[in-house]
């Protein structure tokens, strides 16, 4: 998603110069149109990412809509001070993107992944969290966040592949089912498109694309009652993300019972790192594991 990111910068700036771009010196075979075209509104902050929040609040402070980017949690966490004190306190547009958030970044291990980033940016003051899940919801989130003054956080990822679905917004469903009704949020949900299809036509599939969520579509609602099962799926840990937060929406606007499911990051199960798909498939988010989560909530 980065490269649609980048593109989907340069294409506002063209119409908005009050963009300025700050990266922590990373963005290698990625930026480099950015730095082109933005010219002298292009600003490597080094590594040095509290010192890059403080300064794009200041800027924003001016006017201006900077944009803070890096790796997830050098975004997010490491500057997360600086974050609520400096940006959300005082309700400053600025924009935080994390690239590679849940495992994607890997082989470089857990200091490079971040499964708590949707939690601990949903939960502070005035802080809105945008979660596309193709390369096409890039840009719609973007222009979305440009015109939002608020902070925003961004989180990028590896696109998936779900077929033709509506243009990103907070709520959308991607495909009925009558059986099982998930809620995604991310790229992830691409996984569910690769589970045998006598599983998949079962599914009715949503994807949540902005947070804090402040209440559950009518139509969702409806469905939860008569199909009366859900699951939820989030490359992010169960504490403070879908799980916990649908839950509690579902518990507050439904009237029958409802069967709940959760799949999540649980962490490093086998104590090893890989790539991102051995991390989702021990973590049954994808592959086998995800097929038999899916069979037992079926059940």
């Known amino acids: 998603m980065r490269v649609e990111f980048a593109d989907a910068i340069v294409k506002e700036f063209q119409s908005n110069k009050s963009i300025l771009f700050l990266t922590g010196d990373l963005g290698f075979m990625a930026l480099?149109?950015?730095?082109?075209?933005?010219?002298?509104?292009?600003?490597?902050?080094?590594?040095?990412?509290?010192?890059?929040?403080?300064?794009?609040?200041?800027?924003?402070?001016?006017?201006?809509?900077?944009?803070?980017?890096?790796?997830?949690?050098?975004?997010?966490?490491?500057?997360?001070?600086?974050?609520?004190?400096?940006?959300?306190?005082?309700?400053?547009?600025?924009?935080?993107?994390?690239?590679?958030?849940?495992?994607?970044?890997?082989?470089?291990?857990?200091?490079?992944?971040?499964?708590?980033?949707?939690?601990?940016?949903?939960?502070?003051?005035?802080?809105?969290?945008?979660?596309?899940?193709?390369?096409?919801?890039?840009?719609?989130?973007?222009?979305?966040?440009?015109?939002?003054?608020?902070p925003n956080y961004l989180r990028l990822n590896l696109a998936a592949n779900v077929g033709e679905v509506e243009s990103f917004k907070a709520w959308r469903k991607f495909k009925s089912g009558d059986k099982l009704i998930v809620i995604g949020a991310g790229p992830v949900i691409g996984n569910l498109y690769k589970l045998p299809s006598a599983v998949l036509e079962k599914l009715e599939i949503w994807s949540l694309g902005i947070l804090p969520i402040t209440q559950l579509p009518q139509e969702l609602i409806k469905r939860i009652e008569e199909v009366g099962n859900v699951m939820t799926i989030e490359e992010h840990a169960q504490e403070c993300g879908l799980n916990e937060t649908i839950a509690a929406h579902i518990l507050k606007h439904t009237n029958k019972p409802v069967r709940f499911h959760s799949v999540a990051a649980k962490g490093y199960i086998s104590g090893k790192y890989g790539n991102q798909t051995f991390h989702q498939e021990e973590n049954n988010l994808a592959g086998e594991g995800l097929h038999q989560e899916v069979l037992s909530a079926l059940a």
């Open 32 to 150: 480099e149109k950015v730095q082109q075209e933005l010219g002298d509104h292009f600003i490597n902050a080094g590594i040095a990412e509290q010192n890059m929040v403080t300064m794009a609040a200041s800027l924003a402070y001016q006017e201006f809509t900077p944009f803070a980017y890096s790796i997830s949690p050098f975004v997010t966490l490491r500057p997360y001070e600086q974050i609520r004190n400096d940006v959300c306190l005082h309700n400053l547009p600025v924009k935080i993107v994390g690239n590679g958030g849940g495992y994607g970044y890997g082989i470089m291990g857990s200091t490079h992944h971040n499964v708590e980033d949707i939690g601990i940016m949903r939960i502070l003051p005035n802080m809105k969290v945008y979660l596309p899940v193709t390369g096409k919801d890039v840009y719609d989130a973007v222009h979305l966040m440009l015109k939002d003054k608020s």
